[in-house]
T-cell receptor
Framework: NAGVMQNPRHLVRRRGQEARLRCSPM?????VYWYRQLPEEGLKFMVY????????ESGMPKERFSAEFPKEGPSILRIQQVVRGDSAAYFC???????????FGPGTRLTVT | DAKTTQPNSMESNEEEPVHLPCNHS???????IHWYRQLPSQGPEYVIH???SNVNNRMASLAIAEDRKSSTLILHRATLRDAAVYYC?????????FGAGTILRVKS
């Protein structure tokens, strides 16, 4: 059973561009979570989704950030008009049920130049 | 959100047991206590979780105080591969609230 997959692993964007991060949960997992880790800091929760639904987006910045988990395909975290402060590692996790153990992907490291 | 307090860093010798403490005095009755660890440049890895009773698995043991205001993660025999940041986490409303964690250094 493959683990949580994230792509790309590294992403470089210029200020003002869009960043699109993908997450494929483990097989059979319908719960997806996104976390952000700024340099030298712990992870911060951003959003929790189930198929086609956003359950909790209390950690998402109000502007420029959006997330989706469509019926088919991976979950997408989209950041519009990126700024230097968006540079961070973005981790996706999935679980077969909630609450419960979360399985994390390797992360996408976003660098904004 | 329930807050956790952990030492910034700890050091252990290889092959010796390690006790990683965590205080969570504001925990509510339904909050699970989770432990995850993170190696450099990797995503967090689940270690163990519990609610009230002590828990054991192949990786570690979790000892939970009777009043649930503190807990201790026990690695029975530390190896160099156990060097990581260990996070004590409350599961709050289906999300994990990470603190700063404890950096564990293992000496050979």
């Amino acid at each position: 059973n493959a683990g949580v997959m994230q792509n790309p692993r590294h992403l470089v964007r210029r200020r003002g561009q869009e960043a699109r991060l993908r997450c494929s949960p483990m097989k059979g997992h319908s719960h997806v979570y996104w976390y952000r880790q700024l340099p030298e800091e712990g992870l911060k929760f951003m959003v929790y989704l189930q198929k086609e639904n956003i359950i909790d987006e209390s950690g998402m910045p109000k502007e420029r950030f959006s997330a989706e988990f469509p019926k088919e395909g991976p979950s997408i975290l989209r950041i519009q008009q990126v700024v230097r402060g968006d540079s961070a590692a973005y981790f996706c996790a999935s679980s077969p049920q909630a609450p419960g153990e979360q399985y994390f992907g390797p992360g996408t490291r976003l660098t904004v130049t | 959100d329930a807050k956790t307090t952990q030492p910034n860093s700890m050091e252990s010798n290889e092959e010796e047991p390690v006790h990683l403490p965590c205080n969570h005095s504001t925990i509510s009755g339904t909050d699970y206590i989770h432990w995850y660890r993170q190696l450099p440049s990797q995503g967090p890895e689940y270690v163990i979780h519990g609610l009230t009773s002590n828990v054991n698995n192949r990786m570690a043991s979790l000892a939970i105080a009777e009043d649930r205001k503190s807990s201790t993660l026990i690695l029975h025999r530390a190896t160099l591969r156990d060097a990581a940041v260990y996070y004590c986490i409350m599961e709050y409303g289906n999300k994990l609230v990470f603190g700063a964690g404890t950096i564990l250094r293992v000496k050979s």
